[in-house]
């Protein structure tokens, strides 16, 4: 049977998708359904694009520490390298001595690559977020608090610490006392 045709004295009807006469009510109701799914698929997907995000986020984070931590050994490693290095005539040997010094460049350079500088203090002032004081003595020549020695590199990644610089630092307050402390 065909659905009758909408006709002058039925105003307040509305067809439907199928053509069929709907009551202006059922046609609000259709109408509110269809804002609060749509509502809801908008909040869903709010929902997925702040997880999509934090997921993204956390994940660099992890590899970032993961990467840290591996830095931090590598370091290690690099010191070693610089103590064989500083012992000087007790490496007789030429070609060992500059394959030590080879091995610490690669190294070097493979952490420069993942942004890991090594921190240039010697002479400038003491900042106890970048260094760690191991020590002090005085030095006329110098202004107080400023870092006279690096007894261990201090490396960084931008502004991020991965090793503080560990240093000898001078202090005024040890004039004519001759001291060091240390």
């Given at each position: ?7 002058p ?37 709010a ?30 490693i ?6 064989a ?50 020590g ?23 502004n ?23």
């Amino acid at each position: 049977m065909k659905p009758p045709d909408p006709t002058p004295d039925q105003p307040d009807h509305e067809m439907d998708a199928a053509g069929t006469m709907m009551d202006p009510s059922d046609a609000e109701a259709l109408q509110k359904e269809l804002s609060a799914e749509k509502e809801r698929y908008l909040r869903l997907a709010a929902d997925f694009n702040s997880f999509r995000k934090r997921t993204a986020r956390d994940s660099e984070q992890r590899a970032t520490t993961q990467k840290d931590a591996l830095a931090r050994e590598l370091l290690v490693i690099v010191d070693n390298l610089e103590r064989a290095l500083t012992t000087g005539s007790s490496m007789p040997d030429e070609p060992l001595r500059r394959g030590v010094e080879m091995t610490r460049q690669q190294l070097l350079e493979l952490l420069q690559r993942h942004g890991i500088e090594p921190d240039q203090t010697a002479g400038e002032p003491f900042n106890a977020h970048w260094h760690e004081a191991i020590g002090a003595r005085f030095d006329p020549n110098q202004p107080d608090h400023v870092v006279l020695e690096v007894v261990q590199r201090g490396y960084r990644r931008r502004n991020e610490i991965i090793r503080p610089a560990r240093v000898i630092i001078n202090d005024h307050h040890l004039a004519g006392h001759g001291r060091h402390r240390g």
